[in-house]
């Protein structure tokens, strides 16, 4: 992966972009040495799309599992409550 200071990049983004896009690099964009943003393909932002999908059915059906509780008769509500 390339790495270049924002400041650097200003200069370069159509050069920057054409890389991302057509030779499918990924680009870290820094300040002060720290990485603040990436440049990624098109294909590479759907891909990180999809898993991040995916990522929260799961944790929706995870959820759902674990609210799922045996049903309890209405007598036995009644009962409980002293109805």
Same mark, same amino acid.
């Given at each position: 992966? %390339?790495? #270049?200071?924002?400041? %650097?990049?200003?200069?370069? /983004?159509?050069? *920057? #972009? %054409?890389?991302?896009?057509?030779? =499918? ?14 440049? #990624? ?5 759907? *891909? /990180?799309?999809? /898993?991040?999908? =995916?990522?929260? #059915?799961?944790? *929706? ?5 674990? /609210? ?9 509500? =009644? ?5």
């Amino acid at each position: 992966m %390339n790495t #270049i200071a924002v400041t %650097n990049a200003r200069g370069q /983004l159509s050069e *920057l #972009i %054409n890389k991302v896009a057509y030779a =499918k690099e990924r680009i870290s964009l820094t300040r002060q040495n720290k990485p603040v943003a990436y440049l #990624i393909s098109v294909e590479d932002m759907q *891909l /990180l799309e999809m /898993l991040e999908d =995916k990522s929260d #059915i799961l944790e *929706l059906e995870q959820d759902r599992e674990s /609210l799922k509780e045996p049903a309890v008769p209405l007598d036995e509500v =009644k009962k409980e409550l002293g109805l």
